[in-house]
């Protein structure tokens, strides 16, 4: 038990009272456990991980994007509970992982699969099992991954309050049933830094207590090296120990599995969200965010080769300060079972000499929520754009009216607001899915996703320019060409309005759904990619999609900021210095060549200003 304690340590418990604090990620558009069913519900709650969420929320999962290394592509969540409020104690941490399809077994090949059915916890050939050429089954972690978690000890330092929990790593204090959710490690996704190997690769911890930044980056596995006890057999009656001797004594090898190598995470204070909704930050408005640096092939080899299967999570750790001085420095073991109100359903308290009850469950204090994303790839750069600096655009949300929607988003492009430097580039990317519910709200034809862009004179218009209102000055794209396809998305076998109404016995509603209304993009793929386009110009350009935007129900337009090198107080300050510079380099000259000419006309001028004369 000596080893054990010393691991909390190692981690952070997450307390929070009977709440549910949920997070859902909208760029990248998060799963939240859903494939491509049409329900208003997702199908399988269990079908990759474990997330805590509402069945509502996530959205459905469209054609696969792909995002160039080293790229910035921005990351948006809402959580339910707050952060950086001072009402609760929180972080978010976010991890991705990749495989390499090239060599990856069929074991861990990462995939998004084809079903909501949750893959065999024991039967490996589902691993394997494929429906028209791809994979059948989703799977995130490895079925070994999952084999190790299943027959290694959980570790009994930890604080489980009244629950009767089993002895191995896949059952948790949030998690005692046992269930598997894909090959999610119930442990690991419970707690953080973990103690044992992960697959997953830290990129951000966003914080309420930046005092524990140093911790969490050094015990990251991006840098630290993890153990685990390597038996000979398996055996879940007697799961292997988390104790270097023990391990020893059980005729195990204390294995350590090396760093991820690719340098600590960044960690940075959480900006403030309000508790009981899926707020806004309080600075500007916008959803909280982060901006990754995507990996390059240095980082993730299958990168160089094209062949990178990625997925991303965010999770969200809550925790309450009633707990803080029970047991070590954090909430251990030491404080499990019939303890007082910690360990006791809805217990009644004193207040002002009467009891009152509170609405407490032991088995909710310690909350971990999560969302993850749909498979994605990293590819290399082109050599037009290995020095460039890349933002990416995407669009977020998904079909049907602000209700309908939620907890999910209606569409906005991401970021909302982009602010970048001349000569910068943007990768314009976006994907929607054709599998939302048939009665939700939206344009075009039923339950599918489309956005394009047109260049619009400012946020508050929503008629977009003409073509005689655009010039070399102020058009976002350069050319007649660029602008059309953004417009109208590469559509083919178009028909007029005329057409269409004649097509359809004049019948505007079957007009609107028509498969060949590219009007609507009802004739537009799923996935666009606009390229990389180089912003050569400063000003500032204005967009929104001519689908989704509809005034006094949804709102989707965007700005682009681009600035030019050097602010003009920066230039200021600049000019300043160097004339600074020059007044003193003239004056250093004239003092030095007085000194070396006594006799001189320099030296006679120079002994006349004050506080000069004592140098000459």
């Not at 290394?69 to 972080?91: A, D, V």
């Not at 949300?397 to 602010?419: C, D, M, W």
Request: aromatic share 10%.
């Amino acid at each position: 038990m000596r080893f054990l304690s010393s691991l909390i340590i190692l981690l952070i418990i997450t307390i929070h009272s009977s709440v549910n604090g949920d997070i859902y990620m909208h760029s990248l558009p998060g799963s939240n456990n859903r494939n491509q069913e049409q329900g208003q519900n997702r199908d399988n709650n269990q079908r990759l991980f474990n997330s805590q969420n509402n069945d509502k929320g996530g959205y459905c999962r469209g054609e696969s994007l792909e995002w160039y290394e080293k790229s910035y592509l921005p990351i948006e969540w809402t959580n339910q509970h707050g952060c950086g409020s001072g009402e609760t104690e929180c972080n978010i941490v976010i991890q991705y992982m990749c495989t390499d399809n090239s060599k990856a077994a069929d074991t861990e090949y990462i995939r998004d699969g084809t079903v909501t059915t949750t893959i065999s916890a024991n039967d490996i050939t589902q691993s394997s099992t494929k429906e028209t050429n791809e994979y059948k089954f989703g799977m995130h972690e490895s079925y070994y991954y999952y084999q190790n978690c299943t027959g290694r000890e959980r570790n009994k330092g930890l604080f489980i309050a009244n629950q009767n929990i089993g002895n191995n790593a896949d059952r948790t204090r949030q998690s005692n049933n046992g269930n598997n959710y894909g090959y999610e490690c119930q442990e690991e996704r419970d707690y953080y830094p973990y103690w044992a190997p992960s697959p997953w690769k830290d990129v951000a911890i966003i914080t309420d207590n930046r005092d524990l930044c140093k911790w969490y980056r050094s015990e990251s596995q991006n840098v630290q090296p993890k153990y685990y006890c390597k038996a000979a057999t398996t055996n879940n009656n007697q799961p292997r120990s988390i104790d270097p001797v023990i391990c020893a004594n059980q005729g195990g090898v204390w294995t350590k599995v090396d760093s991820h190598d690719i340098g600590a995470p960044e960690c940075i204070k959480a900006e403030w969200t309000q508790v009981n909704t899926l707020g806004h930050v309080l600075e500007d408005g916008h959803n909280p965010m982060y901006n990754w640096s995507l990996p390059h092939s240095g980082m993730e080899p299958c990168i160089a080769t094209g062949t990178c299967s990625c997925v991303l999570r965010v999770r969200y750790n809550i925790s309450s300060s009633d707990l803080k001085g029970n047991g070590d420095d954090f909430t251990d073991y030491k404080s499990n079972g019939p303890k007082g109100a910690t360990n006791v359903n809805d217990p009644n308290v004193i207040v002002a000499g009467q009891n009152v009850t509170l609405n407490i469950n032991p088995n909710q204090y310690g909350r971990t929520f999560q969302d993850r994303s749909h498979v994605f790839s990293i590819i290399a750069r082109p050599d037009s754009l290995k020095k460039a600096k890349i933002w990416n655009l995407l669009v977020k949300g998904k079909r049907g009216n602000i209700v309908q929607s939620h907890p999910a988003q209606e569409y906005q492009f991401v970021p909302k607001t982009l602010h970048i430097k001349v000569n910068e580039y943007i990768h314009y990317q976006w994907t929607g899915c054709d599998f939302n519910p048939q009665n939700y709200d939206g344009t075009g034809i039923k339950g599918s996703d489309r956005s394009n862009m047109c260049q619009i004179k400012s946020l508050n218009h929503n008629y977009p320019m003409t073509d005689d209102e655009l010039n070399d000055d102020n058009a976002l794209f350069p050319d007649m060409e660029t602008r059309l396809r953004f417009a109208r998305l590469g559509q083919k076998s178009c028909l007029t309005y005329d057409e269409l109404m004649a097509k359809n016995n004049n019948n505007k509603d079957a007009v609107e759904v028509d498969p060949q209304n590219c009007m609507v993009l009802n004739n537009a793929g799923t996935r666009f990619n606009g390229g990389v386009q180089k912003m050569s110009k400063t000003g500032s350009y204005y967009y929104m999609s001519t689908r989704n935007n509809n005034f006094s129900n949804r709102n989707q337009k965007g700005a682009i900021h681009v600035d030019p090198l050097l602010a003009g107080w920066q230039i200021g300050l600049i000019a300043a210095g160097c004339s600074l510079f020059v007044i003193i380099s003239a004056t250093a000259g004239c003092v030095a060549f007085a000194r070396f000419h006594p006799h001189s006309g320099m030296h006679r001028a120079v002994s006349k200003v004050p506080g000069l004369k004592k140098l000459v």
